[in-house]
Antibody, heavy 119, light 107 residues
Framework: QVTLKESGPGILQPSQTLSLTCSFS??????????VGWIRQSSGKGLEWLANIWWNDDKYYNPSLKNRLTISKDTSNNQAFLKITNMDTADTATYYC???????????WGQGTLVTVSS | DVQMTQSPSNLAASPGESVSINCKASKSISKYLAWYQQKPGKANKLLIYSGSTLQSGTPSRFSGSGSGTDFTLTIRNLEPEDFGLYYCQQHNEYPYTFGAGTKLELK
């Protein structure tokens, strides 16, 4: 059974760095073709893909967030991470991690973690 | 980036009816389009990938069609649990992009 769960600080101030953790079970990110992605959704708005990390450590980022994103993984502990620097109120959103196999859509999603940026 | 234009934004239907949701890509994405269902309190659900391939567990009343730039999600014989938000997403190239969503409501 594949499960994913996001964790984060809940609230942070503008200009701070957001650190998110995706803890998963039921698969290994060292298995060929596996990928974990991060997607966010602002209140009442649509979904925005942020980054992917693959089993072979290939990483892809949404250029709209320029150089603010860093994705990484800890295969031994079944976790993936996302850091976003210089957070702004516009980054307030629910952040999801999700698993893809072979790049064929995100078949498994976490429930999401709400991150609020406020001074 | 590939822009995904999803229509309609809102759709009202009754159980038993059939509905279609469209997604248009700003350039060809071959067959690589996914459809998701989003409902409050539940994890997002992948329904279809690669345009027409049903994800395991997706009921057969869901179908996807299209290639290139134009895609359609059709739901036949709507069930009460089908009402919610639907999103398309292209998985042909980075950055992945989503449509703005379609809210399927009970008439």
């Amino acid at each position: 059974q594949v499960t994913l769960k996001e964790s984060g600080p809940g609230i942070l101030q503008p200009s701070q760095t957001l650190s998110l953790t995706c803890s998963f079970s039921g698969f290994s990110l060292s298995t060929y073709g596996m990928c974990v992605g991060w997607i966010r959704q602002s209140s009442g708005k649509g979904l925005e893909w942020l980054a992917n990390i693959w089993w072979n450590d290939d990483k892809y980022y949404n250029p709209s967030l320029k150089n603010r994103l860093t994705i990484s993984k800890d295969t031994s502990n079944n976790q993936a991470f996302l850091k976003i620097t210089n957070m702004d109120t516009a980054d307030t959103a629910t952040y999801y991690c999700a698993r893809s196999s072979g790049g064929l859509g995100f078949a498994y999603w976490g429930q999401g973690t709400l991150v609020t940026v406020s001074s | 980036d590939v822009q995904m234009t999803q229509s309609p934004s809102n759709l009202a239907a009754s159980p038993g009816e059939s509905v279609s949701i469209n997604c248009k890509a700003s350039k060809s994405i071959s067959k690589y389009l996914a459809w998701y269902q989003q409902k409050p309190g539940k994890a997002n659900k992948l329904l279809i990938y690669s345009g027409s391939t049903l994800q395991s567990g997706t009921p057969s009343r869901f179908s996807g069609s299209g290639s290139g730039t134009d895609f359609t999600l059709t739901i036949r014989n709507l069930e009460p649990e089908d009402f919610g938000l639907y999103y398309c997403q292209q998985h042909n190239e980075y950055p992945y992009t989503f449509g703005a969503g379609t809210k399927l409501e009970l008439k």
